[in-house]
């Protein structure tokens, strides 16, 4: 239901939070307005075959369960709009969204934008993206039974994936750019004591091989102290070098915490602002699964139901203190 030219939802991102908000939303009746993105589907379309994601029991291409997601929201009635937002406000309800000159409004906003694996830069890491190089070792790593793999990174992320990961490959390889690690010590500790891992340290990797057979072949370390360059044979290469939470539209008017992930209230999807609600890995530096962040579109779509709910038959917003001016 909309009021006048004002939506009752609009949905930031494409995402598998942001298309479980809009199916929620869409059978709700609230008619959402799912802006998604020109690159709509989040980091499932730099994944290959997705083995996790229950009811799929023969596994699915990334890229096709986004296409299922977005057919499943259109399907009750979702508005796509395969565009970027460029600006937010959400000082005052209805909040405010722009895409270039067209602005679109509305009384709850679901924030799904979602986060970006680094990446290292390399062209030929993009080009074998879903062919043995990755960014989840939770999603991956069962690909790789006993083949080589290497890890790129220093931090928390690559010393737990590399152990992880050695529960299935033959040899795994921690590829970190300086002599001393980012991670916890009892973490560095852990992955010392694992004698299938090997660190390469003062070094980063130079190029992925593989381009001509379509798949990882081998990864060229670099020294930095030396300039000398070392061929790893690998079956795959793990990025693991950190994430960015996508908040550049929310940034100054949402609370952050200190990596620059939307705070969310409680176990709800409330954020700082009353009617806004933040859902999927732009709260989530945690789980960082697609069926974390679909659970948590569902929430947020639940909360913002609610919420709408609330105030028409004005009654308090729960945890809600500004939401007077919502009204
Ligand atoms: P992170 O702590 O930011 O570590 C990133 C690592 O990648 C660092 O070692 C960094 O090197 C390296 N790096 C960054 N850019 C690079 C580049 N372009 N080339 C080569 N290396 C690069 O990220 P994270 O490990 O993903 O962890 C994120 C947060 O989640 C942290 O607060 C972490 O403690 C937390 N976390 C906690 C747990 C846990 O408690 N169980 C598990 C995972 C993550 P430098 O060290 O030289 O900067």
New binding site residues.
């Given amino acids: 239901m909309t009021a006048g030219n004002v939506r009752d939802v609009i949905i930031l991102g494409g995402g598998p939070a942001g298309y479980t908000a809009a199916l929620y939303t869409a059978r709700a009746n609230m008619q959402p307005l799912v802006i998604e993105g020109v690159a709509w589907g989040g980091q499932l379309m730099i994944t290959s075959d997705v083995e996790n994601y229950p009811g799929y029991p023969d596994g699915v291409l990334g890229p096709e369960m986004m296409q299922d997601f977005r057919r499943q929201a259109e399907r009750f009635g979702a508005e796509l709009v395969t565009d970027d937002a460029t600006r937010v406000d959400l000082s005052s309800s209805p909040f405010r969204v722009w895409i270039g000159d067209e602005e679109h409004r509305a009384r709850t906003v679901i924030v799904a934008t979602g986060a970006t694996a680094?990446q290292?830069g390399l062209d030929s890491e993009r080009a074998l993206q879903g062919r043995g190089v990755s960014y989840c070792a939770v999603c991956d790593a069962a690909f790789f039974r006993d083949q080589t793999v290497v890890v790129?990174?220093?931090?928390?992320?690559?010393l737990?994936e590399a152990t992880f990961l050695t529960k299935f490959a033959s040899k795994v390889s921690i590829v970190?750019?300086?002599s001393e690690f980012?991670a916890s010590p009892i973490v560095v500790d852990r992955a010392r004591a694992n004698e299938k891992i090997e660190l390469v340290l003062d070094s980063?990797v130079a190029e992925v091989l593989g381009i001509d057979e379509g798949r990882v072949t081998g990864v060229v370390v670099e020294n930095v102290e030396t300039g000398e360059r070392t061929t790893l044979p690998a079956d795959g290469l793990f990025v693991?070098?950190?994430?960015d939470p996508t908040i550049a539209l929310v940034r100054d008017q949402l609370e952050l915490d200190q990596?620059g992930y939307i705070v969310t209230r409680g176990k709800s999807t409330a954020t700082s602002v009353p009617g806004v609600f933040a859902a999927g890995d732009v709260q989530d530096?945690v789980y960082r699964q697609a069926v974390t962040a679909a659970a948590s579109g569902c929430q947020a779509a639940l909360d913002a139901e609610r919420y709408l709910a609330a105030l028409d038959t004005g009654e308090s917003t729960a945890g809600a203190p500004e939401a007077s001016r919502a009204s």
């Fill in positions: 680094r290292l790129a990174g220093g931090g928390d992320s690559a737990e970190h750019r300086r980012r980063v693991a070098i950190g994430h990596a530096h």
